[in-house]
C-alpha cells in the first residue's frame, strides 16, 4: 500500500517512548493530529493514563498506552512487537525517554551516571534495534527519531551525567543514519537546547539540592534562552517527518554547538567560569554526607532565600516553567527513584 493510501485508512503507525508527559507527550499529539495511530511508552501507569485523558481532551483522539520501562530491552522488544501486530506494521518510532540529574558530578556519584547512561542512551538503543526490523519494513518508508541534547554535544557543569548518555545518543544516531543510508529507513538526531517543558519537577538534585533546583528551574523557563515546549514538538516531529539527519533546536543550542566546534578549549573555560558561578560544595563534613543522600526530585524542593534581584530573576524563568508542568503532566510526583523498577 502506497503512503498516502495508509495515510487515508487511518494514518501510519508511530510509538513514542517516554510519551506520557513534557515533549514526549506533545510530540505524540502532533502525530495524533495528523492523523496517525500512535502508541505511548512510559514506565508509569498511572502517569499514562492521566496522558490519555489529556490526549482525548486536547485532540479528541486517544493514544494506545503501553506500561514499559525502556531499561528492559525484553519488555522494549516486546512492546514494540506487539505495536507491530496491533496497528499493522511500524512506520515512525520517536525514542525520548530519559531523565535529567542536576548535581556536582562527584555528589551525583557513579549510580548517577549509571542511571543516566541506562535510561536515555539504553533506553535509545534498546528502542531504536528493536524497531528498524519493522521500520525495514514500513510501505512508506521507516523513520526514527532519537531525542539528544544540546549537552550531548558539549558537556554542561553539574549535568554531566546527563550529557555523557547524550553524547552517546548523538554517536549512536549518526552511526545508525550512516548505517541505514541508501535504505529506505531515516534517521533523525535531535538536540533540543532549553524548553519550558516543567521537567525541573521532575528533575532530581544533590549536593545543595534546594539551591540547584533554583537555578536550574530559573534558566529553563527564561523566555530569551529557553524555547515553548509546543512549538519545539512541531519541529521535531516536522524534521522527523521530512527525513532530516539532524536537528540543533534553540538559537542559543546552535550557537553553544558552533562555538565548540570552532573553539572547545575557550567554550570549556567560559563552561569552568559558568561552574564557579554554581552552587559550590558544602564543607567536608556535611558534603561527605550529602554524597551518600539520595538525589531529591524537583516536585519536594523549595529555592532557598535570596536577595531581590535574584528572586525577581527567578520567578521570571519559573513561572512559565511551572505553567508548563501544569500543562504537559509534569506536576505529578513519581516515586523516588530508590522505588523505580530496575
Known amino acids: 500500500m502506497a503512503a498516502t493510501d495508509r495515510s487515508r485508512a487511518g494514518g501510519l503507525s508511530a510509538l513514542v517512548t517516554g510519551g506520557s508527559r513534557g515533549l514526549g507527550l506533545l510530540m505524540a499529539a502532533r502525530l495524533v493530529r495528523r492523523g496517525h495511530r500512535v502508541t505511548v511508552l512510559a514506565r508509569d501507569a498511572g502517569e499514562l493514563d492521566r496522558a490519555v485523558a489529556w490526549m482525548l ?41 530519559g531523565v535529567i540529574q542536576v548535581a556536582p558530578a562527584e555528589t551525583a556519584g557513579t549510580e548517577a ?28 518508508g521507516g523513520r526514527l ?9 558539549l558537556a554542561v557543569p ?35 537546547g532549553l524548553m519550558r517543558t516543567g521537567s525541573h519537577l521532575q528533575a532530581e538534585f544533590g549536593g545543595r539540592p534546594e539551591a540547584e533546583f533554583a537555578w536550574f528551574s530559573a534558566l529553563a523557563g527564561m523566555p530569551l534562552l529557553s524555547m515553548d ?58 558534603e561527605q554526607s550529602s554524597r551518600r543522600a539520595p538525589l531529591r526530585q524537583g516536585h519536594d524542593l523549595e529555592a532557598p532565600a535570596a536577595p531581590a534581584w535574584a528572586r525577581a530573576l527567578r520567578r521570571a524563568g519559573s513561572a512559565l516553567n511551572d505553567r508548563a508542568a501544569q500543562r504537559y503532566n509534569q506536576s505529578w510526583a513519581g516515586p523516588p527513584t530508590s522505588a523505580r523498577p530496575r
Open 57 to 97: 481532551d486536547r485532540t479528541g483522539r486517544s493514544v494506545r498506552p503501553v506500561v514499559c520501562d525502556v531499561r528492559d530491552e525484553t519488555a522494549v522488544t516486546a512492546a514494540v512487537r506487539r505495536t507491530a501486530e496491533q496497528a499493522g506494521g511500524l512506520d515512525l518510532v520517536i525514542a525520548n525517554a
Open 229 to 286: 515546549a509546543e512549538r519545539a514538538a512541531e519541529k521535531v516531529v516536522r524534521a522527523v517527518e521530512r527525513r532530516r539527519t539532524r536537528l540543533v533546536l534553540t538559537p542559543a543550542a546552535r550557537t553553544a554547538s558552533l562555538a565548540h566546534a570552532v573553539v572547545p578549549r575557550l567554550v570549556t573555560r567560559v563552561n569552568g567560569l559558568v561552574a564557579r558561578a554554581l552552587p559550590t560544595p558544602l564543607d567536608d563534613g556535611a
Open 145 to 153: 527519531g532519537l531525542v539528544g541534547s544540546v549537552g550531548g554535544l
Open 113 to 140: 551516571f549509571r542511571d543516566a547512561m541506562e535510561t536515555i542512551f539504553d533506553g535509545t538503543l534498546h528502542t531504536a534495534l528493536a524497531a528498524l526490523p519493522y521500520l525495514r519494513r514500513s510501505p512508506a
Open 158 to 192: 553539574h549535568l554531566v551525567p546527563y550529557s555523557c548518555a547524550k553524547a552517546a545518543v548523538r554517536a549512536l544516531g549518526e552511526g545508525l543514519q550512516e548505517e541505514t543510508a541508501g535504505s529506505a529507513v531515516s534517521v533523525t538526531t535531535v538536540h533540543p
